[in-house]
């Protein structure tokens, strides 16, 4: 198990940028695969973003082009860089981490409005 602690969320405008982070409890470099998921306001959630190990990153069509997930080693951080945010893209955002032996570990989240 790992624990992750997700910071950054907050309110912003239609247009605007936010820069969410995630601190796992151990290397980040020792986790397979790390990610973000969101929960819309109706409940459905949906993958938004992740990075594997060796670096490969994947995006939902829906924030492609304007969301940008990476890696800080000196913080021990995964980021993701969300801007010309859009009032649709207002959800919880959670943090994942996918752990060698098919674990996988969520944050508690932290929202994210976007006001139109």
């Known amino acids: 198990q790992v624990q992750l602690v997700e910071s950054g969320g907050g309110l912003v405008q239609a247009g605007g940028s936010l820069r969410l982070s995630c601190t796992p409890s151990?290397?980040?470099?020792?986790?397979?695969?790390m990610g973000w998921h969101r929960q819309l306001p109706g409940g459905q959630r949906e993958w938004v973003s992740d990075?594997?190990?060796?670096?490969?990153?994947a995006y939902a069509d829906s924030v492609k082009g304007r969301f940008t997930i990476s890696r800080d080693s000196s913080r021990n951080t995964v980021d993701l860089q969300m801007n010309d945010l859009k009032p649709e893209d207002t959800a919880v955002y959670y943090c994942?981490?996918?752990?060698?032996?098919?674990?996988?570990?969520w944050g508690h989240g932290t929202q994210v409005t976007v006001s139109s």
């Open positions: 990075i594997q190990s060796g670096g490969t990153t």
């Open positions: 994942v981490a996918d752990l060698p032996g098919g674990i996988r570990s």
């Open positions: 151990r290397s980040i470099f020792s986790i397979n695969n």
